[in-house]
């Protein structure tokens, strides 16, 4: 709720490498699961929106990180919500097998960052907050669950950085 | 408060009744309902209650417990529930918990969940030694609580067999910074200390603010 006081929601991208292709009956078990996990993220509190490819009911058929790279990006409206969803809800149970069906990530595979209430991120934007966190670690802007800001003090950053003359990166 | 003071808190007898049976509802308690438990009147739950919040191991509220609200609803009484803030103390001075985030950190990044499970799985089957696989419901609670899990009995609505859910996650602080894995690791723990083949089965059915695993009767068993 303190978070939606603010006109904040908690937008996600997490991405995936896939150890064989979705069609593979070794990832048959995970793609089984994606329709009722899928609908039970849509009925979970603090649920705001979720990236679907047009025509399917899943992002699976996007592939905008690499070819065997499935991406995850969602909206919600706190930390907590998602939380909660991610590690408190049937979805856990899918994250522990992950191992048999993603590669290991050397780098950061998941990054948290706070949007105004009502803005849909896009792809593009959700890999430059990716990329923000690789290239700078945890930051008002780019954050991950261990290391979190809060809606306050990611607009207190943005303020900061909109006083100061523009930089040249 | 030092930990070895809160934890002393708990060496009065009423005062351990009544902690116990705060922590045992899973839900605010009023003072009322926890004197009653505890055989004791009011005033003196109210004392033992206050001082256990004061040692850190409560926390307090106040709520109408009629359910009413607006005038006429009466004074909000006080309520208790356990506090999430969890106490330790080791003598000599040890530190399992920096040992075991430093551990599970360099599991994760190193994606070692399928060895850990094994581990864990081992481990469980150690601890149940020559004992035969766990043989129902009441002796899967006998056992969790034994392990600290802090199990009770949900009843199924429709007048099923109910499930074994537990209050406490014996891991939590290392599971709230990596859950897949060290969840995972508890339920092969769990899988290991009840057996595979016997009459309850551990999943995973995770939850805010309980263990991530239930047990139920296995589904081959029913005949």
Known sequence: MTASAHGAHLAQLNIATLRHPLDDPRLAPFVELLDPVNSAAEGSPGFVWRLVEEGTADATGLRPAGED??????????????WDFAYRSGHLDAMRRRREWFERHVEAHLVLWWVPAG?????????ERLADLRAHGPNPRAFTFASSYTAAEAAEHHRAVAAQPAPSE | MEHIDAIAALQDP????LYEYVVAQGREVGRNEAAEAAGVTRTLAAHHLDRLT???????????LTGRSGPGAGRPAK???????????????RDYRTAAELL??????AGLDAELCAAARRRGEALRGAAAPCGGLDEAMETLAARGYEPHLEEAEDGADGVVRMRNCPFHAVAERFPPLVCGMNLALLEGLLGADGAVRARMDARPGECCVVVEASKNNID
Not at chain 2, 54 to 64: F, T
Not at chain 2, 79 to 93: I, K, N, Q
């Open chain 1, 119 to 127: 803005h849909l991120p896009t792809v593009d934007e959700a890999l």
């Open chain 2, 79 to 93: 309520v208790y529930t356990r506090a999430r803030a969890e106490w330790a103390v080791s003598l000599p001075g």
């Open chain 2, 54 to 64: 004061e040692a850190g191991l409560l926390e307090s509220g106040s709520r109408r």
């Open chain 2, 14 to 17: 009423v005062r351990r009744r």
């Open chain 2, 104 to 109: 599970a950190e360099t599991a994760e990044q």
């Open chain 1, 69 to 82: 790279v499935i991406v995850n990006l969602s909206v919600w409206e706190s930390p907590e919500s998602l």
